[in-house]
């Protein structure tokens, strides 16, 4: 009404288009209906001057917050945007004791409560313990109170257009660090003295560093970082206010170099090739289209076989108002799709290299999923996988499309050159810079309390699983990208459990990798995934080199 101070709504749209549809024109004015308005085109009507500040807009329910990015890039872009509130800061669990002895968080329901919500009291960027989540960091990043914007980058000079966002301080309160970077490794740093910005102004800044020479399997990243000079009451010197990464250079070319080592031995024996080479072998089962052993060094790498996957477990967004994702997949099957091996065989063969093709069918209810394989075994113990997922049929809005396999249990410890460290989405990962990081399989599970899908990470270049003597696998993403976890849980584990104290990890590894898995999307009662992070009904492909890992 014009008789408020302040135009507010209630999780309204940013201006990109959205899976869930369009609400029908007649029902626009329903006042439960203001969530599907566009918030920016409320703050561009000429007819109305009012500050625009949106009420809840961020629903933070479970593995959530995508495309937080999005509204403050259009909050940003227009003066009457005030911001808006994200629901909430806290996940409001309480603790409960189960008959076991086993203390655990509580939600809707377990207390014989009738009716009830179930878990829609945990919607925190923080746990309720107050630990923080992969949300708590998307938030930090997107609401840091500077911005750095590319002016001129290249590998022989840089300038950059920096913004204090703060409404008091000078950034030359700030600690400025800057970092070039070529495939994870920080070849050049150093520092920028006193960046005299005021606050609400902005200012060309040089990045003074020595040419960078190049190389085409290299991909370079300018890093800047600014950081508290003294300490503060909330903090201490040096701690990090703000970054931002921005890319110089891609890899121009991405190409395996293959060593041309002769096989040991090939044996052929009831639909069962067994490749043997030098400290390695590998078995390929042509009845079921898949590799179902491989051996490095006389230690077994795979206890179940790569095979298609299309499923994940539903995050609470997916099973939100306007969106009932979850209830798609599950009436056409998605959540339990049988495969079918349709064909194998050996396409060409010599002493150092042997080429499989292989084709299998996923089938849903009424739709089904083609995986064509191409498996290049060389004699240097690689195995190339060029994988090809095509969807046809009546089938939902897509989860992923990818490949899941389980590995050996020795294989605990994590390294990825990607997006992290924290556990990271196509919409929520303006948190996560690309870089090296190492970890633990059993750290890549996030304890959301009613579990669900977690742990992915993208832009996976190459990922590592090593076993305590730094021995193992890797594998190196050589098509346009690549997505992936590694877990101790399947995705039939974290669908069917309903609270985190129930999951009992599994011994092995399930590493899942995707060709593209689906946003998280931005509110589990608002507007959904944006189509932009969606998975288009068509081609996609994923191709990794799988190699030994020595130390």
Not at 384 to 411: C, H, Q, W, Y
Request: charge should be neutral; proline fraction near 5%; include cysteine.
């Amino acid at each position: 009404p014009l008789t408020v101070d302040v135009i507010s709504r209630f999780y309204p749209r940013v201006q990109d288009e959205y899976l869930n549809p369009n609400i029908a024109e007649e029902n626009k004015e329903r006042a439960e209906n203001a969530r599907w308005e566009r918030l920016l085109s409320i703050a561009l009507n000429p007819n109305d001057k009012r500050p625009v500040l949106t009420s809840e807009y961020a629903h933070s329910m479970g593995n959530a917050l995508g495309n937080l990015k999005e509204y403050w890039d259009e909050i940003y872009s227009n003066k009457r945007m005030l911001g808006g509130f994200i629901w909430d800061w806290a996940d409001q669990g309480l603790y409960k004791t189960a008959s076991d002895g086993t203390r655990y968080i509580a939600y809707g329901g377990d207390f014989g409560d009738k009716p009830n919500l179930k878990a829609f009291c945990f919607n925190g960027i923080v746990s309720a313990e107050r630990e923080t989540t992969p949300k708590y960091f998307e938030v930090k990043k997107v609401y840091q109170p500077i911005s750095v914007e590319p002016v001129t980058l290249s590998l022989n000079e840089a300038s950059v257009l920096v913004t204090n966002r703060n409404h008091f301080i000078n950034l030359n309160e700030y600690e400025t660090r800057w970092a070039i970077i070529a495939n994870g490794d920080t070849i050049q740093r150093g520092m920028i003295e006193d960046i005299n910005i005021p606050s609400g102004e902005k200012k060309e800044v040089k990045i003074l560093f020595k040419k960078v020479k190049t190389n085409i399997e290299s991909d370079y990243w300018l890093h800047i970082s600014f950081h508290l000079k003294e300490n503060k009451p909330w903090a201490n010197k040096g701690f990090e206010v703000g970054f931002e990464q921005l890319p110089i250079k891609d890899v121009s070319k991405k190409e395996f170099i293959r060593k041309p080592i002769p096989f040991q031995k090939i044996e052929k024996n009831n639909n069962k090739i067994t490749i043997k080479g030098k400290d390695f072998t590998s078995v390929f089962d042509l009845n079921e289209g898949t590799l179902t052993s491989l051996q490095y060094e006389g230690k077994e790498m795979l206890i179940s076989a790569p095979i298609f996957q299309g499923y994940r477990a539903p995050v609470d967004n997916d099973k939100g108002f306007g969106n009932w994702l979850a209830k798609d997949w599950k009436q056409h099957g998605l959540d339990s799709l049988k495969r079918i091996a349709r064909s194998a065989e050996i396409v060409s063969e010599n002493k150092n290299r042997i080429v499989i093709k292989s084709i299998a069918e996923s089938r849903s209810k009424h739709g089904r999923f083609i995986h064509e394989y191409r498996w290049i075994i060389n004699g240097d113990g690689s195995i190339e996988i060029n994988n090809k997922f095509t969807p046809e049929g009546d089938l939902p809005e897509l989860p992923r499309l990818g490949i899941v396999m389980a590995l050996n249990s020795n294989l605990e410890q994590i390294e990825w050159y990607g997006h992290g460290p924290y556990e990271n989405y196509a919409d929520r990962k303006t948190s996560c810079p690309i870089g090296v990081y190492t970890s633990t399989v059993s750290k890549q599970y996030v304890p959301y309390p009613c579990p669900q899908e977690t742990g992915n990470k993208e832009g996976i270049r190459w990922i590592k699983l090593t076993d305590k003597q730094d021995k193992g696998i890797s594998f190196t993403c050589m098509s346009e990208k690549m997505s992936g976890s590694a877990l101790h849980y399947t995705t039939g584990d974290l669908d069917t459990a309903t609270h985190a104290y129930l999951l009992k990890p599994r011994k092995e590894v399930i590493l899942s990798l995707d060709a593209i898995m689906l946003g998280l999307g931005n509110s589990s009662c608002g507007p959904g995934v944006l189509k932009k992070y969606a998975i288009e009904k068509r081609v996609y492909e994923l191709n990794f080199v799988i190699q030994p890992v020595k130390k």
